[in-house]
């Protein structure tokens, strides 16, 4: 980018494309539209509303600064400081898990159980709740008591503006690791329990993209046990904590439906596996049995 010539919206992204795909980044063209409109304040249509708008130096140098920290694979919504998840715009920053798509299965599987049950009823617990954007998202559409629990600081601390931001108060955050965060006043029985648990195996790390494994928090992505400790740790004290009839919702990966539920067959629990867009395992359901 030479500071002789007169730089607009659309020639930065013109000029912006082959240099981010030079640098093996998938989605070049997007990304720069993105990056321009962070830069300017706008949205991504404007870009082109405002093709020949002149931009000013200091335009430019904000422009240049993000365009080369892309280039070297930091995460998108690192750098935009946002990522829409359910309808909602949630702040991300490093050293917080990014919110995926496919985690709304878990907020949609949660309201879903939740329409059915009585309002004094609804308790719910977010077990490694990150940025907060189940919680959040499960506190904005339904009225229920939230409690939230992540061991990171950081993450709970990113939760809580989230919540702030959005005008959820009632979500009652909880560090600590799983169900040892609560407090004594706290229920001991919820009827929904819900978790996007870290869950990549340690082997696996070395396959993944640049942005996922030299960005994001490692202790939020990988797990010990091929990927499964999370979920033993879990398994240990879910079936107390739930009421009869209540729901554990908990996302996967793609690869490991069967060694995840086999944690739980031997207990009374429904169990029921849903899918993603992509027909991949996704969230596995269990439905705590009613006594009969």
Request: charged residues 25%; aromatic residues 8%; contains cysteine.
């Amino acid at each position: 980018m030479e500071d002789k010539q007169t730089w607009t919206p659309l020639k930065i992204v013109q000029w912006a494309v082959p240099f981010l795909a030079q640098k093996g980044l998938p989605n070049p063209k997007l990304d720069a539209e993105i990056l321009v409109a962070h830069a300017l304040q706008i949205d991504r249509l404007k870009v082109y509303l405002q093709f020949d708008r002149p931009l000013d130096p200091e335009e430019l140098s904000l422009i240049r600064g993000l365009f080369q920290r892309r280039s070297r694979h930091e995460p998108i919504q690192y750098i935009t400081g946002k990522r829409e998840l359910y309808g909602h715009s949630f702040s991300v920053a490093p050293g917080v898990l990014i919110p995926r798509p496919e985690t709304e299965l878990l907020v949609e599987k949660a309201l879903d159980h939740l329409k059915d049950v009585p309002e004094e009823k609804r308790h719910v617990l977010d077990l490694g709740t990150g940025s907060g954007c189940i919680a959040i998202s499960i506190a904005k559409a339904v009225s229920a008591k939230v409690w939230a629990v992540d061991i990171s600081a950081k993450a709970l601390e990113q939760a809580v503006n989230n919540a702030e931001n959005l005008g959820i108060s009632t979500i009652q955050w909880r560090q600590g690791s799983w169900f040892e965060a609560l407090q004594p006043n706290d229920p001991y029985q919820f009827q929904v329990v819900v978790s996007n648990p870290p869950y990549i195996p340690l082997e696996e790390k070395d396959s993944l993209a640049p942005e996922v494994r030299e960005y994001e928090p490692f202790e939020a992505l990988f797990a010990e046990n091929a990927g499964l400790k999370p979920y033993e740790e879990i398994a240990l004290n879910l079936e107390k904590h739930l009421v009869l009839g209540g729901l554990a919702l908990f996302e996967l990966h793609a690869n490991s439906y069967d060694k995840v539920s086999g944690l739980f067959k031997s207990t009374d629990y429904h169990l029921r596996l849903h899918q993603d867009l992509q027909g991949l395992p996704r969230v596995l359901a269990l439905e705590k049995a009613q006594k009969s």
